[in-house]
Nanobody
């Protein structure tokens, strides 16, 4: 069955960096686009970044220039490198197989001094 497992979250100071991972199994990872979403307290879940099967990328305006989405098809893993983190980036971050109901359980990122 399809499984997505996020990791790499934690507490970081403003201006710091974190790298999230999403390990995929149960499907042919290289054939699918993948998404990173986030949900902050009392806010709706929002799409942060997306990567196509062939590596095309897209970002929400608020993270452009700070976040980088990437994938390693040999490892069945997607990444989100987050730099220059701000308190407003605090959220639970989820990965999703693109345009599907397959979600991971999320990893919490807290940006605070």
């Amino acid at each position: 069955q399809v499984q997505l497992v996020e990791s790499g979250g934690g507490l970081v100071q403003p201006g710091g960096s974190l790298k999230l991972s999403c390990a995929a199994s149960g499907f042919t990872f290289s054939l699918y686009g993948m998404d990173w979403f986030r949900q902050a307290p009392n806010k709706e879940r929002e799409l942060v970044a997306a990567i196509t099967a062939i590596g095309g990328t897209n970002y929400v305006d608020s993270v452009k220039g700070r976040f980088t989405i990437s994938r390693d098809n040999a490892k069945n893993t997607m990444y989100l490198q987050m730099n220059s983190l701000k308190p407003e980036d605090t959220a639970v971050y989820f990965c999703r197989r693109h345009a599907s109901a397959y979600w991971g359980k999320g990893t919490l990122v807290t940006v605070s001094s």
